[in-house]
């Protein structure tokens, strides 16, 4: 199958500081990416839609300068939680729309997933 | 948007039994998906299965998109099979919305 690669798996920071996380599509390019958000013991919530060399698209509730999107390649989508705080620890997943000559196939596939743990 | 209800919400089963984990939706889909989380949070895909029915293994599963419902099939279940199970759906703008999962867990 496809195969997404997410970057870091695990992250501890300080309050205050910035993180990134990269999203990557090992064998399939990916115009379309998706990053998602996990509570313990949740379901997973849609964040945005990072969309390759455009500006990403927020679901409503989401602060979009807390949460910063960039899709710069085909392959490469990053989410920067900007000045993290404790409420910001999570489990994020990205997942990527796979494509096959060109066209979407319809199936997403997902990362690993990066928790995220702000002292 | 789509709204996804997965039943049952836990399932206990014991080694070698079969098990059926169902999921409702409340709008026509483009795309249905099953997945299992395993316990380090990986999104495993199980199923791409917008309509019909597939097969893998000792799993199946079937959507009947005019009804709305698609089915996971677990037989001879085994303990590597708990975790917990997703169901998501997404319409024309490929955005996938997930059920609240089911909770499986296989005893010895």
């Known amino acids: 199958g496809a195969v997404v690669s997410q970057h870091p798996s695990r992250v501890i920071c300080k309050s205050g500081t910035s993180v990134k996380i990269e999203c990557r599509s090992l064998?399939?390019?990916?115009?379309?990416m998706f990053w998602y958000r996990q509570f313990p013991k949740q379901s997973l919530m849609l964040m945005a839609t990072?969309?390759?060399?455009?500006?990403?698209?927020?679901e409503q509730g989401v602060e979009k300068d807390k949460f910063l999107i960039n899709h710069a390649s085909l392959t490469l989508s990053t989410l920067t939680v900007t000045s993290a705080h404790p409420e910001d620890s999570s489990f994020y997943i990205c997942?990527?729309?796979?494509?096959?000559?060109?066209?979407?196939?319809?199936?997403?596939?997902f990362g690993e997933g990066s928790r995220l743990t702000v002292l | 948007g789509i709204q996804v209800e997965q039943s049952p919400p836990d399932l206990i089963l014991q080694e070698g039994a079969n098990s059926t984990l169902r999921c409702n939706f409340s709008?026509?889909?483009?795309?249905l998906q099953w997945f299992h989380q395993n316990p380090w949070g990986q999104l495993i895909n199980l199923f791409y299965i917008p309509s019909g029915t597939k097969q893998n293994g000792r799993l199946s599963a079937t959507t009947v998109a005019t009804e709305r419902y698609s089915l996971l099939y677990i037989s001879s279940s085994q303990t590597t099979d708990s975790g917990v199970y997703f169901c998501a759906v997404a319409g024309a703008n490929s955005k996938l919305t997930f059920g609240k999962g089911i909770t499986l867990s296989v005893r010895p």
């Open positions: 709008d026509s889909v483009n795309n």
């Open positions: 064998d399939f390019q990916a115009t379309t």
């Open positions: 997942s990527a729309l796979r494509t096959s000559g060109g066209a979407y196939t319809g199936e997403l596939f």
């Open positions: 990072s969309n390759e060399g455009s500006k990403a698209t927020y």
